[in-house]
């Protein structure tokens, strides 16, 4: 399974991105699925969870800046990421597992079989 993501760059605090990640012959948005995110010297933390039915969670620091979606049709997940801070440079992963639901783990690097490379996010001040 290869989960690509793409949609990284350098922004401006305040600005926006959005991110990308597709399935290559692997139906993510039938799955749970997420993204992750790993500044430097730090852990890889959850940033936010879609499910099959396209129920969402979200880390707190995301404070209703970012949004996760899918389309169906073309296989991808997305994060819209909107008032970025410097805080939120990282490389951010996309992850998926095999079932439906996400539940109370999701956010945990253990519950996801199928990671993506990442795509780097820098935010300047």
């Known amino acids: 399974v290869q989960l690509v993501e793409s949609g990284g760059g350098s922004v401006q605090a305040g600005g926006s991105l959005r991110l990308s990640c597709v399935g290559d012959?692997?139906?993510?948005?039938?799955?749970?699925m997420a993204w992750f995110r790993r500044a430097p010297g730090n852990e890889r933390e959850a940033v936010a969870a879609?499910?099959?039915?396209?129920?969402?969670s979200y880390a707190d620091f995301v404070q209703g800046r970012f949004t996760i979606s899918k389309d169906e049709a073309k296989n991808t997940m997305y994060l819209q990421m909107t008032s970025l801070k410097p805080e939120d440079t990282a490389m951010y992963y996309c992850a998926s597992d095999r079932r439906f639901w996400c539940g109370g783990g999701w956010d945990s690097t253990g519950a996801y079989d199928y990671w993506g490379h990442g795509t780097e996010v820098t935010v300047s001040s």
């Open positions: 879609i499910d099959h039915d396209a129920r969402t």
């Open positions: 012959d692997y139906p993510i948005t039938t799955y749970c």
